[in-house]
């Protein structure tokens, strides 16, 4: 498939593609370790179909689908989406990447309501095989089925849900993960002590608050605001004052160095075997 990536600046896109790069060559690499030639040529020949723009009304004219992955904030995806629907192909199908915010909100500000749904992959998408497809109470037959089709071809599991807060995931994940928080803020337990339990009595791979400092303590911020506004007599969508005070003195997880875990000694350490490599 030919694919245009947009974002703001020359120097983001570039990262973006050395990051596709190195990613890409070590799975082909492990996929052909006997044979360079190939894996290298697999490379190459992903990489060329890869675009980059700045401007995403330039590429939308001949896209026959545009997936929409800004930061979670409603009012900035639906400008986007009305900007997108004016110059995009009529056939074109419009979908977002939003974990938590309304997908018919989105839909609204545009002419094709039926061309509209959701397409929530999970992080980090080369490795997580899910994909969450969202029907719209508009979403047409013939949109709803290029969906599922899509993310069978570039080799993931779609699984189908209605446009409800969180979707399937998130809308369990995202209360689990709030009354962690609520245990550390009450003193009820550690973070690290809650992590542990949940890796070992429940068997998963990262435990609630690891994972929101690896998805990022803002992100959960928005999450929890957008659903408290929209369904504030819930009381699980209540909204938390210990993880709005981390956003505001800038603990937001792994990105930041600080969040519920100092990760900044670990990138420390990891800057100085760097330097040792460097100099031998």
């Known amino acids: 498939m030919n694919v245009t990536l947009v974002d703001h600046s020359d ?3 570039d990262r973006a593609l050395e990051h596709i790069d190195k990613s890409y060559s070590k799975i082909v690499a492990k996929q052909y370790p006997h044979d360079k030639v190939k894996a290298k040529t697999l490379v190459e020949g992903t990489l060329s179909r890869i675009r980059t ?9 001949q896209a026959d689908l545009i ?15 009305k900007r997108l629907d004016k110059t995009a192909a009529n056939h074109t199908i419009f979908a977002s990447n939003t974990s938590s915010l309304s997908i018919t909100a989105m839909a609204s500000v545009t002419e094709r309501r039926d061309r509209f749904g959701g397409l ?27 969906l599922m089709d899509f993310a069978k071809k570039i080799d993931k599991v779609p699984v189908a849900c209605k446009d409800t807060p969180g979707f399937i995931v ?22 690290q002590d809650i992590d542990t339990a949940m890796k070992l009595g429940a068997g998963y791979k990262m435990g609630p608050l690891e994972l929101m400092d690896f998805t990022g303590v803002d992100l959960a911020n928005m ?23 981390m956003v505001k003195e800038g603990r937001l997880g792994r990105k930041s160095g600080k969040g ?21």
């Not at 723009?53 to 004219?61: K, S, T, V, Y």
């Not at 609520?182 to 009820?188: F, I, T």
């Not at 999450?223 to 005070?245: C, E, R, S, Y």
């Open 11 to 13: 120097d983001i896109l």
């Open 67 to 81: 997936i929409e992955a800004v930061v979670e904030n409603l009012e900035l995806k639906k400008e986007l989406f």
């Open 170 to 191: 998130n809308r369990l994940l995202i209360p689990y993960s709030l009354e962690a928080v609520r245990m550390v803020e009450r003193g009820d337990a550690t973070a």
């Open 260 to 280: 519920f875990y100092d990760y900044t000694e670990s990138s420390e350490k990891a800057a100085q075997e760097k330097q040792k490599i460097k100099a031998k």
């Open 120 to 146: 929530h992959f999970f992080s980090p998408v080369p490795m997580m095989k899910l994909v969450e497809v969202v029907r719209l109470e508009t979403t047409s037959d013939a949109t709803f089925d290029s």
């Open 223 to 245: 999450i929890m605001d957008a659903w408290a506004k929209d369904h504030g007599h819930n009381p699980v969508f209540k909204t938390i004052p210990l993880i709005t005070q």
């Open 53 to 61: 723009a700045r401007d995403p009304c330039q590429p939308a004219g």
